[in-house]
């Protein structure tokens, strides 16, 4: 067992990551963090970008003429969204890592303040009530921001050491997380899902909880916590059905991908849609920006929630399939990351990220295919959206930011 | 801070965070698979569907023309008004307001427009056809007639009318060559029932079948049933519902790219429409107004004198006209009283309208009394029975016979008219005068020798045997069959729809009618009529009597059955147009044609499409001296026999055209007598069988005798002094032209006063 202490990342020599992976030692130098970083996940989110920029021009361009706006106003907005969200990545990246824990409560805080903000001057996009409009036709998601929250401030209460409070008792076994902090952890997410469920923004609650549940099981608490989880999720679910806690519209959104025949021009027409684009697609797809579907705007929503769709038709199984691939490798490779660090609080910050990216990921191209019910989620990397495309490239920085505290602290020789 | 290494329980629990993330997204690339590849051919049709769109053109319908080519129906242009349900829907109040001024814009009942914009069946609907029978995606007509600045409001206002468009569209139009009006010929056209939709959705997939559109069917239903409804009308009566599919022609179907809000992006394929055919007909459209005049006017005429029994004034309530050539069987015009403008059923019928053509206070203008009525013959039905006797009873020809003014047969006493009796007389004079009693005598020996009263077994009343006993004492009975032979009984097999049959009423018959109503007339006989007694009981005592005697014995074919037969009274029943081919028939020395109206299809360039053969039903076998003799006679009963006040009241100069008639007064259980003249000419070399029948109208010769004389002065262009001028005359004495006409496109009908010139109605230069 190696045990290493809390060193700062104040150590500016790079030397390469110990493990199977050697890496060429460059000289010291102000861009050195970059070869801390993964290089195959950062491939793949750089393709995923490219692909999503690509998909979205696709899908917005007869739109925007249809409207009467230039055709590249989506095309521009994302790419510039993408900057923005490398801007965060960055600044995920140079936060002190120490720091990161400091910062979570005040992320947390200020996550809390914009989602009662939201409640308060919100305004309602496809019945969910969670954007706050900005001047010049921009606006947030604060619940964006509320899962990159939830996972800093998650990781923190779970990673809490007793011992640093209560001086002279004894250490807790290794690997034994106490019921408190659970608890803790607990309440922070019952806020926030709290906060979500009044902006009737099912998507993102349902993040919320696949965050939570992740990094309690892997933060090493007792099993039974999971297992209590899962059943109290499958109660609240039937519960809220049942009793009509949800909205029509989001029940039907819900029901209608088991039938999208039902009702074809209303709940189940978006999955018709969805599901003909994609189908239609075949091997190769139709060609980039010669869909039918997608150039006949047929699918709603196509730039956000149903850019898979776009995908399907226009690449094809290879292109779409691709994008799963790529999904999937930023997943394994986020994966590794948390294998290796050997801090608790690093790897359940990088295991919430997988559960966030992981769970939309399956919800969101899962409802494009007709597997899943139909929410308002993002297709990471690749739909179009600013909140949601800065709170995922942040996410990734923090993910680097581990990766980086991880590789400089276990240096041979330190 | 703790510390995590890689054999922790964490990690493992870690590990399998990993494998649920990979196994989901592989469920994911799986389903990808599915849709893509294993059903991708599937969704690859379905997406074809989602954006092609096929739009039907409707084919403009072909015309109707007459025997010269003058347009009797064609299309033209008209500003049609429509509205659409789906932005009528988006309006705050379902669009009442803006129907409201909609309406106060086309100048027509708010409840009418409102009406007209209902889906047929939906709450609130009228019943049809005088809602929308369409799909409600499709914009729904509301005025076939705007005027362009209605138009100009409509199109100009457009944020006070959303979804309300005016364009120029294909309507039908009547040109009404010198005022004809020959609704029940022409039919009309209106919307397009379930049933016909179906026939139709089936012809036009296998029209796209063969265009080689390639589309899953029930898409291509789907889409079809949307386009074709409504939209497209059909031939609802007279000719436009006989050839229907030769008129109508073949939609175009356009297949348009569309985007997700219906706009077009491309075109993918287009099937041009094919205009309908035109139909040549037989009519003369000159002769048709004549006939239609001499109708009309006869009608009011009639009016103005008494029923000779009750002294009440004549209701002439309907009538008929039919003109037949006797060479072919072609119908040169034909009219019915009362009659309707085809014109309302354009672009829907109003509900004013529709009450006024379909009720009984109208008396039913839809029907035509030519072909639809049926009347009890009377006298006019003697050219049967005559020869009936001649040749199946073995009467001689050339004997005297007592026409007397009763005849008496078992149980009753039966009457000559007015019970004149003349002694004995030849059989030309029995024609001339119209004796009843000698026709009386002969059908009551002619019964006997058949058989006389011909009782059935009680017990096997309700058997086939019983039935085809029956048939079988008809088969030997010379009237029945000599009826029969003239084709009475049974439809004539004229082009126009919903013939009636007529009705032979022998003992096969008054069998089946019997058993049909037996257990109504038992129930009467024994309860009464109490709610004709409250009023008329001596009317209810009478009523009572007559159930009770046909409860126990109506199936019997009684001597009083077999008279009034003879005289073509009782129960016998014909239309004008049967009566009108029994004429021609004895015109044409025995064969018998069937009617026709249409002779030609021709395509709108003029090309023969097929020609409408003259059709021969039968060759009636009239011995030749019995034919000889019935054409003597009624040739000499123009001229001092019944109809000789008609023609002598016109001055008619029947020494130069001789004409062939023979009257008839029917009476009617409960109504006025119905008035006859069936007629041919010219005598020596027949060509036209002229009847007109008048109900209600009291004497034939009085009622129907004008009109009928007042068509041949108009054929044969003599006025009412009887002077002849051949320019006048509609025909030449070759008579009409069998040449089909050339369409060139300039053949239109002459401004109306022309011709044919309008000589004083006869029975006005009367002295």
């Not at chain 1, 039902?262 to 869909?291: C, E, K, M, V």
């Not at chain 2, 469920?27 to 690859?44: D, F, N, S, V």
Request: net charge positive; aromatic share 8%.
């Amino acid at each position: 067992m190696t045990t290493v202490g809390l060193q700062t990342s104040a150590a500016t020599t790079s030397r390469s990551a110990p493990g199977s992976l050697p890496r060429p030692v460059p000289a010291a130098s102000r861009w050195s963090w970059l070869h801390e970083v993964d290089a195959v996940l950062l491939l793949a989110v750089t393709v995923l970008s490219v692909v999503g920029t690509v998909l979205v021009w696709s899908a917005t361009r007869e739109r925007l003429v249809v409207a009467g706006q230039p055709p590249q106003t989506f095309l521009y907005k994302h790419i510039l969204n993408i900057g923005v969200g490398v801007l965060c990545a960055g600044v995920a990246m140079k936060l002190p890592y120490r720091l990161l824990r400091v910062w979570a409560p005040v992320i947390f805080g200020v996550a809390l303040a914009g989602l009662v903000a939201v409640l308060a001057v919100g305004s309602t996009i496809n019945g969910s009530r969670s954007w706050i409009q900005l001047p010049a036709g921009f606006s947030l998601q604060p619940s964006e921001l509320a899962k990159a929250a939830v996972v800093l401030s998650v990781a923190a209460v779970l990673s809490m050491q007793p011992t640093l409070l209560r001086r002279g008792a004894p250490p807790d076994p290794p690997d034994h997380v106490p019921h408190r902090n659970v608890m803790a952890a607990l309440a922070l997410c019952g806020v926030v899902m709290v906060l979500v469920i009044a902006q009737h923004d099912l998507g993102t609650t349902m993040v919320v909880a696949a965050i939570l549940f992740g990094m309690v099981a892997v933060c090493g608490a007792s099993l039974r916590w999971t297992v209590g989880m899962l059943v109290v999720a499958a109660l609240a679910g039937t519960l809220m059905i049942s009793t009509g806690a949800l909205d029509d519209y989001q029940v039907q959104r819900l029901t209608a991908f088991a039938n999208p025949g039902a009702d074809p021009r209303g709940a189940g027409y978006n999955t018709a849609q969805a599901r003909i684009a994609i189908g239609s697609g075949g091997l190769t797809g139709q060609g980039l920006f010669h869909g039918p579907q997608t150039q006949g705007r047929f699918v709603p929503e196509q730039q956000t929630d149903f850019i898979f769709t776009a995908a399907g038709e226009e690449l094809g199984f290879i292109g779409a399939g691709g994008i799963i691939a790529l999904l999937g490798l930023l997943l394994v490779r986020c994966c590794r990351i948390a294998a290796k660090t050997t801090d608790l609080f690093g790897r359940l910050v990088v295991v919430g990220v997988v559960c966030w990216f992981g769970f939309q990921t399956f919800e969101n191209i899962g409802m494009c295919l007709g597997l899943m019910p139909v929410t308002g989620l993002p297709l990471p990397f690749v739909s179009y959206g600013g909140s949601s495309m800065f709170a995922t490239w942040f996410a990734l920085g923090l993910v680097f930011s581990v990766a980086h505290h991880h590789a400089i602290t276990t240096r041979p020789g330190d | 801070m703790s510390q995590v290494t890689h054999k922790t329980r964490s990690s493992r629990r870690l590990l399998v965070l990993q494998v649920l993330v990979v196994s989901l997204l592989l469920t994911l690339a799986g389903r990808l698979y599915y849709l893509q590849i294993h059903e991708g051919q599937r969704y690859a049709q379905a997406a074809a569907s989602n954006r092609i769109r096929q739009v039907i053109t409707p084919a403009p319908r072909g015309d109707v023309v007459d025997r010269n080519g003058v347009k009797l129906v064609t299309n033209t242009t008209s500003l049609v008004v429509s509205v659409s349900r789906t932005d009528l829907n988006k309006q705050p109040d379902g669009g009442q307001q803006l129907l409201a001024s909609l309406a106060y814009l086309l100048g027509k009942p708010v409840d009418e427009v409102v009406g007209r914009t209902k889906l047929c069946g939906e709450p609130g609907a009228p019943p049809s056809p005088r809602c929308w029978n369409g799909s409600p995606y499709q914009p729904i007509p509301v005025a076939v007639d705007a005027t362009p600045e209605m138009a100009l409001q409509v199109l100009e206002r457009r944020e006070q009318f959303p979804g309300v468009t005016a364009q120029l569209t294909a309507v039908r139009s009547y040109p009404s060559p010198w005022k004809v009006n020959a609704a029940h010929l022409l039919g009309y056209v209106g919307p397009i029932t379930e049933q016909e939709l179906q026939r139709r959705q089936q012809q036009a997939v296998q029209e796209l079948a063969r265009a080689g559109t390639a589309l899953d069917d029930q898409t291509q239903a789907l889409t079809l049933s949307q386009q074709i409804r409504g939209t497209d009308l059909v031939g609802r009566a007279g000719l436009e519902s006989q050839y229907d599919d030769e008129i109508r022609g073949s939609p175009g179907v356009r297949s348009l790219a569309v985007d997700h809000d219906g706009n077009v992006t491309g075109q993918a394929d287009e099937i041009e429409p094919v205009s309908g055919n035109t139909v040549v007909t037989s009519i003369d459209a000159r002769l048709q107004a004549v006939v239609e005049r001499q109708l009309a006017s006869a009608i009011p005429q009639t009016r103005t004198r008494l029923d000779h029994t009750t002294g009440e004034p004549l209701k002439a309530d309907a009538g008929a006209a039919v003109v037949l050539d006797v060479t072919n069987g072609q119908v040169l015009a034909m009219a019915s009283y009362p009659t309707y403008d085809p014109k309302v059923w354009v672009g829907g019928i109003s509900s004013k309208q529709y009450a006024a053509i379909t009720g009984q206070e109208a008396n039913f203008p839809m029907i035509s009394r030519a072909t639809q009525g049926q009347f009890a013959p009377a006298s006019t039905f003697k050219v049967v029975t005559m020869p009936a006797a001649l040749q199946g009873g073995d009467y001689p020809l050339d004997a005297r016979y007592d026409c007397s003014g009763t005849y008496d047969i078992p149980g009753r006493t039966v009457r000559n008219f007015e019970s004149l009796a003349y002694g004995l007389i030849t059989l030309e004079k029995a024609i001339n005068i119209s004796c009843d009693t000698i026709f009386y005598r002969w059908a009551y020996e002619m019964y006997q020798r058949d058989g006389g009263m011909y009782v059935p077994n009680p017990a096997i009343v309700d058997t086939p045997q019983a039935l085809q006993a029956a048939r079988q004492a008809d088969a030997r009975d010379p009237m029945m069959t000599m009826a029969r032979r003239f084709g009475m009984g049974q439809p004539t097999g004229v082009d126009l729809p919903e013939e009636a049959k007529g009705r032979i009423p022998g003992r096969a018959w008054k069998l089946g009618y019997w058993l049909d109503t037996r257990a109504d007339y038992c129930t009467a006989a024994s309860a009464g009529y109490p709610g004709v007694a409250a009023t008329d009981p001596t009317r209810a005592a009478y009523l009572q009597q007559l159930a009770r005697e046909n409860c126990a014995s109506g199936n019997i074919y009684r001597p009083g059955d077999a008279v009034n037969f003879s005289i073509g009274q009782g129960d016998v029943l014909a239309t004008p147009l049967q009566m009108a081919r029994v004429y021609a028939a004895i015109a044409n020395g025995g064969t018998l044609w069937t009617p026709h109206v249409a002779r030609a299809i021709l395509t709108p360039e003029g090309q023969v499409v097929r020609t409408i053969a003259p059709h021969a039903d039968a060759t009636l076998n009239l011995r030749p001296d019995v034919l000889e003799l019935l054409r003597r006679s009624l040739v000499s009963t123009s001229i001092r026999g019944t109809s000789s006040s008609a023609f002598a009241k016109a001055h008619f100069p029947l020494w130069r055209f001789p004409i062939a008639t023979k009257t008839g007064t029917g009476e009617v259980y409960g109504k006025q007598d119905t008035a006859w003249m069936a007629s041919y000419a010219p005598a020596d070399n027949p060509r036209y069988a002229v009847l007109v029948m008048i109900s209600q109208g009291g004497s034939g010769t009085k009622a129907a005798g004008p009109p009928v004389v007042g068509i041949y002065q108009h054929i044969f262009g003599v006025n009412s002094r009887g002077w002849v001028d051949s320019d006048w005359a509609l025909y030449p004495p070759s008579g009409p032209s069998q040449a089909l006409p050339r369409l060139t496109g300039s053949t239109s009908a002459p401004q109306s006063g022309q011709r044919p010139r309008s000589p004083a109605s006869a029975s006005r230069s009367g002295p």
